[in-house]
């Protein structure tokens, strides 16, 4: 039904899903980062996207979205609330959850704001270097108006700064909804 759906969302708005690498499919666990997050409809493209490939994704949000009245939606969808105000080691929760998941796709947007950001955040570098899994490249180009995965990439022993240095070619401010927010200095 999710597939369906996430057709539906891309047809009615006039989105493809295109898929550079298909690797990813031999993959169980991954983690997913969502570059350019500029806008809100980021999650929806995102959303669309990983609903057509069947992705059993999580990720984390405010958990204002899923202790509300109506947080049984946001549940539904894959989130897991976390309180912001404490201080919490989210990239040690991240991997216990993908450490007792047989399949899972965990989302990050490492820019961590829709605004302009100085740098990208480092827990998804952490969390894959802690569970040897390998990175997936996951865009929304508003330009071509598409929505993917482009490469899978893994840490091995690469530094932060090597890493990014391989991803950035992939993205520009270009595919952003808003590419005043995209900054191409990742670190």
């Known amino acids: ?4 759906l996430g057709k539906i969302m891309l047809g009615v708005t006039g989105w493809k899903l295109v898929v550079h690498d298909e690797s990813f499919k031999q993959e ?5 980062i969502c570059v350019p997050h500029t806008s809100n409809w980021d999650f929806y493209y995102s959303l669309a996207c990983f609903w057509i490939l069947g992705m059993p994704f999580k990720m984390f949000i405010k958990d204002y979205y899923t202790k509300s009245w109506f947080g049984f939606f946001f549940k539904a969808l894959g989130c897991i609330g976390v309180d912001r105000t404490k201080s919490q080691n989210l990239v040690e929760y991240a991997v216990q959850i993908i450490n007792e998941s047989d399949t899972i796709a965990l989302i990050n947007t490492p820019e ?3 605004s302009y950001s100085e740098k990208w955040k480092q827990g998804f570098y952490h969390i894959a270097r802690q569970t040897d899994i390998p990175i997936a490249l996951c865009y929304a180009d508003y330009k071509k108006k598409q929505c993917g995965i482009m490469k899978l990439v893994k840490v091995e022993d690469k530094s932060f700064e090597e890493l990014l240095d391989e991803i950035a070619p992939y993205y520009n401010a270009e595919m952003a909804k808003y590419p005043e927010n995209y900054n191409p200095k990742l670190y």
Do not use: A
């Open 112 to 114: 961590g704001t829709r």
């Open 28 to 32: 169980k666990k991954s983690i997913l």
């Open 1 to 4: 039904m999710k597939r369906i």
